[in-house]
């Protein structure tokens, strides 16, 4: 992770914590995280406090994943780490972006014709002065492969935790989220904290609901059961759920029965129809249709990439074939020519698949 003068704490103990602290407990080889800098002292934003001791910039020159610095205003990055940005394009290295982070990036060319995250306090500045940029202002983070920004300080961990769901599958996804307690994948997007005025009498929220279906997944549940719970017409549970979470509630009740099949198939699940059943997506057809649509792989490779090892087995169903090629991801680097691991919630990019080794990869 790259740092810099003024540079925000909050981000650097974001990626700290995901990614640097050891976890004995998972199974997986965890990435090697370092900080650089273009100088061994380093003063934090506000002058809270000055990191002393950190590597050269030379450091992200052998890293996978390259996270890029942010300040709390649009101050450009100085020239040492926009060339330290272009360089790990160049190598094709991963480049990872949180709240204004997303500034460097765009300074060193690397999301001209792309799409983008940024605080939606900053997106019209920030659209104005990187034109060439696909600014998306009502999401949390954008996956564009290679390239990741997240929109605010607290989505950090929103993408965070989705690069560990792409390197390392939903299951180890959810650990670390836990260990957090954190949602390992929170709905809607940023348009939910944008200021608007109060209401004189909030609505009542929709936690409630949310836990009573998540609890019934294997149940044929449609919208009209979700309203009859919350006591409101499907149609004003529709207008609470875009408001509220940015969403349909048919779109979020799909994204956790797909979540939950993830889980399934990681745990060792082979049988199509018992994971359709039991995530209350019904067929082994829809199942599949639904699983390639929110991670970009099928059920087989998905179980491949991210099963238990040696749990490989046919699926089940008529014009199913098993394995697919893919390999394990387990560090944190990502190439040309790979697949996009899940993400429930919002429709992901795809991705490429991040062809990496056992031991563990730079971060």
């Known amino acids: 992770m790259l740092v810099d003068a003024g540079s925000n704490p909050f981000e650097m103990g974001i990626a700290t914590e995901l990614f640097g602290l050891r976890r004995p407990e998972l199974d997986v080889a965890w990435y090697d995280f370092t900080l650089c800098a273009p100088a061994p002292g380093v003063r934090m934003?506000?002058?809270f406090f000055t990191l002393s001791g950190v590597p050269g910039l030379e450091a992200a020159d052998a890293a996978d994943t390259v996270i890029v610095p942010n300040r709390p205003d649009d101050t450009p990055p100085t020239a040492p780490v926009v060339a330290v940005i272009r360089r790990a394009a160049d190598r094709g290295a991963r480049l990872v972006s949180f709240c204004t982070g997303a500034y460097a990036l765009a300074a060193a060319?690397?999301?001209?014709?792309?799409?983008?995250?940024i605080h939606w306090r900053w997106a019209d500045r920030f659209a104005a002065r990187h034109p060439a940029v696909r600014v998306r202002r009502d999401v949390l983070f954008v996956d564009d492969g290679d390239v990741l920004t997240a929109a605010g300080s607290a989505a950090a961990l929103d993408l965070g935790l989705h690069l560990i769901r792409r390197d390392h599958g939903a299951e180890v996804a959810n650990h670390v989220s836990r260990r957090l307690v954190f949602a390992a994948h929170r709905d809607g997007g940023q348009r939910q904290f944008i200021e608007r005025p109060v209401p004189a009498v909030p609505d009542a929220s929709l936690a409630p609901v949310l836990a009573w279906a998540a609890e019934r997944l294997d149940r044929p549940l449609a919208v009209a059961?979700?309203?009859?719970?919350a006591a409101v017409s499907p149609a004003t549970l529709h207008r609470r759920f875009v408001r509220e979470l940015g969403t349909t509630p048919l779109a979020w009740l799909t994204g956790e029965r797909v979540a939950l099949a993830c889980r399934l198939i990681e745990r060792g699940e082979h049988r199509l129809e018992v994971v359709a059943r039991t995530s209350g997506l019904g067929t082994a057809a829809n199942l599949r249709t639904q699983v390639r649509r929110r991670t970009?792989?099928?059920?087989?490779?998905y179980r491949a990439r991210f099963g238990p090892a040696g749990a490989a087995g046919p699926e089940s169903?008529?014009?199913?074939?098993?394995?697919?090629?893919?390999?394990?991801?387990?560090?944190?680097?990502?190439g040309p020519g790979s697949a996009t691991p899940p993400v429930p919630g919002p429709a992901p990019v795809p991705v490429p698949e991040n062809g990496s080794g056992p031991a563990p990869r730079p971060c």
Do not use: Q
């Open 317 to 334: 169903g008529p014009g199913t074939r098993s394995g697919s090629g893919t390999r394990s991801g387990s560090g944190s680097g990502s």
């Open 296 to 301: 970009g792989l099928s059920p087989s490779a």
């Open 109 to 117: 060319g690397v999301l001209d014709g792309r799409p983008a995250a």
């Open 225 to 229: 059961d979700l309203a009859g719970y």
């Open 45 to 47: 934003h506000d002058g």
